[in-house]
Each structure stands twice: as structure tokens, then as C-alpha cells.
């Protein structure tokens, strides 16, 4: 094990690191709207199901708000242990956001503290759901500063370079890069379909077990409105980065499409392989859609790859992350709209197995899809850890014992994840909501919690 590269080995460490935390990061961000938008239909509509789908998620939610502590602390650890030429170079760059981050994330769960506690305190429920806005806040804030520092790894801007390295630093430009305002966008809305699509694949799964089927089908309504709703805003963010792509990394896109040389009315391709040449063989080809995607015009000239030195080019594997994403995306716009088109037509039951299964499979697909947008983000951007000026061969630590961390880190997500699995299965399993339906709200007619 001391032989490994360490630059190969800080890579796998962080990747496996942040492929662990985002699970949380996701839940930690997107959770708190699903829970403030379910406790105000129930006190608005006097429905106890609503409040008891909010009080459940935010049950629920305490677990993986722990253990996304545990898997920050290690973010923040690993960036001095593994890149510590980047962190000498631009960690004051970056010092604003990430302080601001931990911030924003003690503000998160000091309310998630005080909303736990009164439940049931307040005459009036509106106050208490009030306090479900701070959460809210604090985790779509976190989520804002930690993207602006990968937005300033891809577009780094707001200093200048002197002898000693950065100089003349202003933290509000180099936050407010060109990157921030897509990604941001496209964290957020995809934060949330996410959610809605995991607590749409939970009560899809408890009807199918035919457990509680109002409390489930209103939880399955609620959710899958939602999966629809922000489906459509990821895709907007899609689109929206996509011309970000375009401008300001030609090269991120082109891989993305395996688009070699510059053309206009550029063909957007789908799956498929490289052959010896490097030709895609085997693609779905949408005529003139990588153009209009990059600049609402078919005719809109798309930089390729020959444009860049071949040391400077991303992997050309991050084309199945970019369409495996898009594919899961587009599943779960058109899975939530079919569920709520069948909704309203009486002849069809949209409760039926069949969709039912989809729904199931729509929640881990959605967090894969979260995955591999991650991935393909991280890889597009290689070989630079900021962009144009610092490539993380130059970055990585020259530590022999990096190896000996990746087994004692991997030990560590493998022992909060099991922890984390069962606790929650306890939670809930020990604590079936027919009973708490029965025990919370016993004037429910019996027809009402089957």
C-alpha cells in the first residue's frame, strides 16, 4: 500500500468521500421544503395525515443531518491532508464561503433543534411551521456556499497572480463567478427532485405493501406533483448550463458529446461507443440539437476537442455520466406527469402496480442521477483542480501513507452507513404510523387510516 501513487489515491479518497457525503448534503438540502410544504397543507386543510407525513420526515431527517456532519468534518479535513499546494494557493481564496457554509449549516440545525422541540407547543400551529422556514434557508444556503467554491474551481476569477501566488483577492467576485448562477440553480432544483422523488418512491412502496393507503396516497400525490414540478426546473438548469458550457467551458460540453471538431448545426449524440479512431459508433443522433442546446440556434457554431491541446482534454467516459443523467432526468419528468395525468382521468387507476414499481424505481434512480451529474462535473473539469491555473497532479500530496486514509475513511462511511440504515429502520418499523395515526389523532375514522 506504500507504493500506491498518492495522487491516484487522493483522487479515489475524495471521490469516494464526497460520493458518500452528497447522499446527505442532497437530503440535508432538499428534506426541509418536503416537510415545511406537508405541515402547511395539514394545518391549512385541518388534515392529520399531512402533519403526520411532516413530523415522520422530520423524524426521520435528524438521522442523515448527523451523519452529514461527520462526512463535512471529513471534506474539510481531507482538502488540507490531500491538496495541500492547492490549499496554500487558494485556500484564502476560498476561505469566505467555506466559513460561511459551516454558518449556514449551525443555523440549519439549530432550528431543526428548537422545530423538534415544539411540536405541539403552539395554540397556534402557524408558528410553529414557521420555524420550518429557517431550515429551510439554512440548508439551500449551505448547499449556495459550497457550490460557489466549485464554481470558482471551474471559472476562478477575482484575484490576480503575483509572485507569491493570489493577490488583490475580492471573496464577493470569486463567489460570484460566471459558474455560480447555473450551478447554483441546477444544485438546488436537483436537490429537490430528488427528495420528492425518494418520499415518492417511499409511499409508493408502503401502498404496494398495502400498508395506511390514504396516508400513503396522499403522501404519493403530494410528492409526485412535486417530482413533476421540479423536473421541470432541473431541466431548465440543464439548459441553462449547457449554454453556461458553451461560453465558458467548450471543452467540458464537447467531451460531454464526443464533438471533435468545431462545426455549426452540431448533432446532439446519445449513448453508443469509440471505435479504434475515436468515431462514435452505435449513437441516437438528434440533428443540429447540440447547436441549439449551446445557443438556441441550429446553426450555432459548437467548439470541438481539436481545438484543445490533448493534455488539457477531459475523459471521453464522462459521455455516458452526462447521458445517464439527462435519461434519468427526462424518466422522472415523464414517470410524475403519466402518474398525474392517470390521476385525472377516471378510467385508468393510476395506483396500479405497474406504476407503482416505476415510482419505486424513480428514488434511487434520482440519487444515481445525482451521482453522475456530480461526477460528470468533477471529471469534465480534469486535469485542472482550478481551472487554467492549477492541475491536480500539482495539487495532490506527495504522502506515501494516503493509501492507509482510503482504508481507514472507507471503514468509515461503510460503518455510517450501516448505522445510519439501521437506526432509521428502527424509527420507523418500531413505530408503524397506523399506530401513531391512531394513537396522535384517535377521532380519525377508521376508513380514513386504512
Known sequence: MMDLDPVLMSRLLTTITLVFHIIFATLGVGVPLMISIAEFIGIKKKDPHYIMLARRWARGFVIPVAIGVVTGTAIGLQLSLLWPEFMQAGGHVISLPLFMEVFAFFFEAIFLGIYMYTWDRFKNQMMHWWLSLPIIIGGALSAFFITT?????????????????????????????????????????????????????????????????????????????????????????????????????????????????????????????????????????FPGLLSFLAFNDFNGEVIGLEEFPEEERPPLWIHYMFDLMVVIGFFLLGISFLYLLLSKLKRWNENNKWMLWMLVLSGPLAMLAIEFGWIYAEEGRQPWILRGYMTVEDAATTSPYVGWMFVLFLLLYIGLGVFGAVVLRKVFKNNPVEEELEKKYPTIEKGDQS
Open 149 to 285: 467554491v466549485n464554481a470558482f474551481m471551474n471559472t476562478p476569477e477575482g484575484f490576480k497572480m503575483g509572485s507569491d501566488g493570489f493577490e488583490a483577492i475580492n471573496p464577493l467576485e470569486t463567489m460570484f463567478n460566471p459558474a455560480t448562477p447555473t450551478k447554483v440553480f441546477h444544485v438546488l432544483a436537483s436537490a429537490y427532485l430528488t427528495v420528492a422523488a425518494i418520499l415518492a418512491a417511499i409511499a409508493a412502496f408502503g401502498l404496494l405493501r398495502k400498508k395506511t393507503k390514504t396516508y400513503h396516497k396522499k403522501a404519493l400525490k403530494l410528492t409526485v406533483t412535486l417530482t413533476f414540478i421540479f423536473a421541470i426546473f432541473t431541466a431548465i438548469a440543464g439548459d441553462l448550463s449547457a449554454k453556461f458550457l458553451a461560453e465558458y467551458q467548450p471543452e467540458k460540453l464537447a467531451a460531454a458529446e464526443w464533438h471533435f471538431e468545431t462545426e455549426k448545426n452540431a448533432d446532439l449524440i446519445l449513448f453508443g461507443w469509440l471505435n479504434e479512431d475515436n468515431e462514435p459508433e452505435g449513437v441516437i443522433r
